[in-house]
């Protein structure tokens, strides 16, 4: 669509919106690169996990899966890099 970049990103402002096949959740207490690092490897560890977005200025984390994501599972996988997934994103 004419809102988005070359890049694929929105120049709009509004709400990127996730590629298909993906869910964005929100996760709080992420800050810097090593958060990205962490949340990235623990979900992409996951099975049926093709692809993870961390955004840390939003604060959420788009999740590629090959199927309906377990958002219990991503949830702990999160939980486990010392974060906390609040839902899925709006």
Request: proline content about 3%; aromatic content about 2%.
């Amino acid at each position: 669509s004419s809102c988005c970049t070359p890049d694929g990103s929105c120049s709009t402002g509004a709400a990127a919106t996730a590629p298909e096949g993906s869910t964005v959740y929100s996760v709080s207490g992420m800050t810097c690169g090593h958060c990205r690092s962490a949340v990235t490897e623990a979900v992409g560890a996951l099975a049926g996990v093709r692809s993870v977005g961390v955004d840390l200025e939003a604060g959420t984390v788009t999740v590629a899966t090959d199927g309906e994501p377990d958002d219990a599972l991503i949830a702990e996988a999160v939980g486990d890099a010392g974060y906390e997934l609040t839902g899925r994103a709006g």
